[in-house]
């Protein structure tokens, strides 16, 4: 059965910092990941996703992910956090029904970002 | 392009009241979902549909039901609402191609109060 985990419910980074969120997974077959953001009173928006083709995927607003699968792991970051990245992320992984295309998510982690 | 919709955005209802949460997309997506978010949890499944007509339980069914009579629809009933179904309620879609690579999209929530 598939599950993430995500360490650490709230993050806090200054302007500029770099920003990583981990994201740790378990997958009976060859996961598909993904990482959602969500702001202030909205719905979740994909950031990026792997889906085996590489293993450093890029996504929008600068973030980043690298899928290592002898660490089970897919962690974000960013080089450079911007006040505007403030918000909730959540790790996914694809559940191992192939036909449903049902996601789990992990707990979320809150992006704090300070001047 | 609405992508997808949500009616209505905020309710408060009494113990034992029903309600009906509407989702429409305008994609042409064959899955469609919904979720309920609360602190902590991440995004639960409550029910998906892989089709019109079809329908099925997720992770968190009971005390809710849903329909999809028409493929742009997706509605989410509580017959007897409780406290314990106070939360923030997504709705999702995505196509069916590619084997659970694909993007889910969300709508923009509603929050609903039992009291």
């Known amino acids: 059965a598939q599950s993430v985990t995500q360490l650490g419910s709230h993050v806090s980074v200054s302007e500029g910092a770099l920003v990583l969120l981990r994201c740790n997974y378990s997958s009976s077959v060859p996961p598909y990941l993904f990482w959602y953001v969500q702001y202030p009173n909205q719905g979740l928006q994909l950031l990026l996703k792997?889906?085996?083709?590489?293993?450093l995927v890029k996504g929008i607003n600068g973030f980043e992910a690298e899928f290592k699968k002898s660490e089970t792991s897919f962690h974000l970051t960013k080089p450079s956090a911007h006040m505007s990245d403030a918000a909730e992320y959540f790790c996914a992984v694809r559940h191992g029904s192939s036909n449903t295309g049902k996601l789990i998510f992990g707990q979320g982690t809150t992006l704090q970002v300070k001047p | 392009n609405a992508g997808v919709t949500q009616t209505p955005k905020f309710r408060v209802l009494k113990t034992g009241q029903s309600m009906t949460l509407l989702c429409a997309q305008d994609m042409n997506h064959e899955y469609m979902y919904w979720y309920r978010q609360d602190p902590g949890m991440g995004l639960r499944l409550i029910h998906y549909?892989?089709?019109?007509?079809?329908?099925a339980k997720g992770e968190v069914p009971d005390g809710y039901n849903v329909s999809r009579l028409k493929k742009q629809n997706f509605l989410l009933g509580l017959e007897s609402a409780a406290p314990s179904q106070t939360s923030v309620y997504f709705c999702a879609s995505s196509y069916s191609r590619g084997r659970g690579q694909e993007t889910q999209y969300f709508g923009p929530g509603t929050r609903l109060l039992v009291l």
């Open positions: 792997y889906t085996s083709a590489a293993t």
């Open positions: 549909s892989v089709g019109e007509g079809t329908t």
